[in-house]
């Protein structure tokens, strides 16, 4: 079972180096179809999320292409949604939190088309020169507010970084470029992993054994992902990625006990 969890942790660590996401969203189906309970998947996901964010952020901060003070302005209310989101998480039965899941794996979808629409105009525009959004506008703290309750809330209740939403938010209401988005979601992702986790770990929810597993598996994925990166049709991946979700969709509805 753990080396399952270790190779588990390998391939969504791989997609966080390439979509810039914690993994959450495939670590929680993957962990129900292994026998865990869905709050228990949620929470010991967390761990995975955490290690791996960690990872990728610490590379990122080597290569000066994180911005703490927008990661900061995130998390600041990240980190209460998360406490907030694994509260409630607690009070939902299975059949509820894997219907809610599967309709989040298909907003993924629609928001992986944004992102996909944004890459395109960033292709467009590549000759123009590059302005910094976050440094040439006023800072919106409501904004900030709304992309941190949104992301912190679901990862709280099911085990995400909420990267897979924060990415496609910071464009959308900061403007910012998906080069500047991918690595601000992620160091934003550790405090707000690292609150869910907390709640969680209060309620006794957490696997540490499986969530480390996860983590050292992330660890090493993360590192391949943005390696491979630059080396691969991120239009080809993002057809793949997307069938998958939706299959991972289905699956969920079909842990809700809804039946075709």
């Known amino acids: 079972m753990l080396f399952w969890l270790f190779l588990l942790g390998i391939g969504t660590g791989f997609l ?7 993994g959450g969203f495939i670590i929680v189906p993957a962990l129900t179809f292994l026998g865990f309970s869905v709050i228990n998947a949620a929470a010991t996901s967390l ?26 302005q995130i998390a600041l209310v990240g980190i209460p949604a998360a406490q907030v989101g694994a509260w409630v998480g607690d009070r939902l039965s299975d059949r509820w939190l894997a219907l809610i899941f599967s309709g989040l794996l298909l907003l993924t979808i ?27 506008q006023p800072l919106s703290r ?16 099911f085990g995400i970084g909420g990267g897979i939403v924060m990415v496609p938010l910071q464009i959308l209401l900061l403007g910012e470029s998906i080069k500047t988005a991918a690595p601000t979601s992620l160091g934003a992702m550790v405090a707000i992993a690292a609150s869910g986790l907390i709640q969680h770990t209060w309620h006794h929810h957490v696997l540490w054994i499986s969530g480390i597993c996860l983590g050292i598996g992330g660890i090493i994925g993360v590192q391949l992902g943005t390696w491979l990166l630059p080396h691969v049709s991120t ?26």
């Open 16 to 22: 966080s180096g390439i979509f810039g996401v914690g």
């Open 47 to 72: 761990v995975g999320v955490l290690l791996t964010a960690i990872s990728g952020s610490w590379q990122n901060w080597l290569n000066s292409q994180l911005n703490l003070r927008v990661c900061g």
């Open 110 to 136: 629609y928001l992986i088309h944004r992102r996909e629409s944004f890459n395109q105009d960033a292709d467009n525009s590549a000759n123009e020169p590059e302005v910094d959004p976050i440094l040439s």
């Open 142 to 157: 409501w904004k900030f507010a709304q992309i941190g309750a949104i992301a912190g809330v679901m990862s709280g209740i």
């Open 235 to 260: 239009t080809w991946i993002n057809r793949w990625f997307q069938f998958f979700l939706i299959c991972l969709a289905l699956y969920m509805l079909e842990e809700s006990g809804l039946r075709f």
